[in-house]
Nanobody, 115 residues
Framework: QVQLVESGGGLVQPGGSLRLSCIAS????????MGWYRQAPGKERELVAG??????TKYADSVTGRFTISRDNARMVNLQMNSLKPEDTAVYYC??????????WGQGTQVTVSS
């Protein structure tokens, strides 16, 4: 069973930065995609960014140019979030997938952007 553990959430002022990290434990295949979704109160969960084991990335339009996703290895993914806005406030969920849809989810980490 794959388990995902997230870290790095918190409270930051508008314009500030945060870095999220996620580590996968358990038996995994190295060919996979990891990344982040987020869910704000009253809204649907949305894709923020994803990265394949080969380094191909995708981003939501709303975060392009501000967020950068990266991978240390097949088990660890990071999300550097700069120029944060109040609308980035949400619970951020790490995901892990082999196919077209996420197979595993982290427990979520709260990101709050407020002055």
């Amino acid at each position: 069973q794959v388990q995902l553990v997230e870290s790095g959430g918190g409270l930051v002022q508008p314009g500030g930065s945060l870095r999220l990290s996620c580590i996968a434990s358990g038996s995994i295949l190295s060919i996979n995609t990891m990344g982040w979704y987020r869910q704000a109160p009253g809204k649907e969960r949305e894709l923020v960014a994803g990265i394949t084991n080969g380094g191909s990335t995708k981003y939501a339009d709303s975060v392009t140019g501000r967020f950068t996703i990266s991978r240390d290895n097949a088990r660890m993914v990071n999300l550097q979030m700069n120029s944060l806005k109040p609308e980035d406030t949400a619970v951020y969920y790490c995901y892990f997938q082999y196919g077209l849809n996420p197979d595993h989810w982290g427990q979520g980490t709260q990101v709050t952007v407020s002055s």
